[in-house]
Nanobody, 130 residues
Framework: QVQLVESGGGLVQPGGSLRLSCAAS?????????IAWFRQAPGKEREGVSS????????FYSNSAKGRFTISQDSAKNTVYLQMNGLKPEDSAVYFC??????????????????????WGRGTQVTVSS
């Protein structure tokens, strides 16, 4: 029942910024959720970038994202954002948002694996190039 739709991808120059959005719908009131951003470049494994707990706002960032990217939520809009600054060519990838679905309140993730997440958007392309 959960649906996730990403937007905000595009072409940006190195050093530029982009804000990705993940609009969510269909959350159950008796469940708990974390939303994560993953990315996948051609021929590469899908890697976790960042996550946020919708319950307590706790966040996780990969080493590559730390200091450059910021994840946030707007609960009124049911939307999670990924603000990406100082973009590098190696950030180029399809970016996916994903949601888990937990029976109990959790404290968020200290690492990200795709298998943790039940629901996925279709992805949005980010290309960092001159």
């Amino acid at each position: 029942q959960v649906q996730l739709v990403e937007s905000g991808g595009g072409l940006v120059q190195p050093g530029g910024s982009l804000r990705l959005s993940c609009a969510a719908s269909g959350f159950s009131l008796d469940r708990y959720y974390n939303i994560a951003w993953f990315r996948q470049a051609p021929g590469k494994e899908r890697e976790g970038v960042s996550s946020i707990s919708l319950s307590d706002d706790s966040t996780f960032y990969s080493n590559s994202a730390k200091g450059r990217f910021t994840i946030s939520q707007d609960s009124a809009k049911n939307t999670v954002y990924l603000q990406m600054n100082g973009l590098k060519p190696e950030d180029s990838a399809v970016y996916f948002c994903a949601a888990d679905e937990l029976l109990d309140y959790g404290m968020g993730y200290s690492n990200l694996r795709p298998a943790y997440f039940k629901y996925w958007g279709r992805g949005t392309q980010v290309t960092v190039s001159s």
